[in-house]
């Protein structure tokens, strides 16, 4: 079984630009999350998708992310403007339904400077 | 107070110990718990997964949950220097997962 893919591995960008990630589930997996992983922090989820819906934005910052997931399968999670403090690791992570296990991609590490 | 809290460490260790790693929680809705590992610059990956209170056994790998003390820990018997990773706690209770902090831990061989 493939893995959960991200693209691209490494981002280093200005403050103040924008960014971009991309994120393909496992085949199937109904239930898609974007989570922010900060430098010595557990993951903090940021936005969930069941197929193409929202279920819960309620952590996304809306002045400045957006996500979306196109057709229930592929994800993009935009940032902007960056800021210094959006450094991190972004993962995604895929489930087959919303009680299921995770299955994580290796994330996308973006630099702010 | 976090939902979740767990020791940061780092934890150092020589090869054949024993490892006991816990985190405690506050949210009562909380059923499902999870403990990850993450290697360096990896995603996490689900290493055991147990419903409601009891012990739940893989190799060797114990995870045990106290749903009265809202605590969950988890045992590494044996250890080994490829079990050196991040272990990162999470829980649920059908809602997105909610992780801890993650503790660093070392085996030295």
């Known amino acids: 079984e493939a893995g959960v893919a991200q693209s691209p591995r490494y981002k280093i960008i200005e403050k103040r630009q924008s960014v971009a990630f991309w994120c393909n589930p496992i085949?199937?997996?109904?239930?898609l999350y974007w989570y922010q992983q900060i430098l010595g922090q557990g993951p903090k989820l940021l936005i969930q998708?069941?197929?193409?819906?929202?279920?819960?934005d309620s952590q996304l910052p809306k002045d400045r992310f957006s996500a979306e997931r196109l057709k229930g399968v592929d994800s993009t999670l935009k940032i902007q403007p960056a800021k210094l403090e959006d450094s991190a690791v972004y993962l995604c992570?895929?489930?087959?339904?919303?009680?299921?296990?995770?299955?994580f991609g290796s994330g996308t590490r973006l630099t702010v400077v | 107070q976090k939902e979740v809290e767990q020791d940061p460490g780092p934890l150092s260790v020589p090869e054949g110990a024993i490892v006991s790693l816990n985190c405690t929680y506050s949210?009562?809705?909380?059923?499902?718990f999870m403990w990850y590992r993450q290697y360096s610059r990896k995603g996490p990956e689900l290493l055991m997964y147990?419903?409601?209170?009891g012990n739940k056994e893989d190799g060797r790998f114990t995870a045990q949950v106290d749903k009265s003390s809202k605590y969950i820990s988890l045992f590494i018997r044996d250890s080994q220097p490829s079990d050196s990773a991040t272990y990162l706690c999470?829980?649920?209770?059908?809602?997105?997962?909610?992780f801890g902090k993650g503790t660093r831990l070392s085996v030295i061989a």
């Open positions: 998708f069941q197929n193409n819906g929202v279920v819960d």
């Open positions: 999470a829980m649920t209770g059908n809602t997105p997962l909610v």
């Open positions: 085949s199937g997996h109904a239930t």
């Open positions: 992570a895929s489930s087959l339904d919303l009680a299921g296990g995770y299955t």
């Open positions: 147990t419903y409601s209170s």
């Open positions: 949210n009562s809705a909380f059923q499902y």
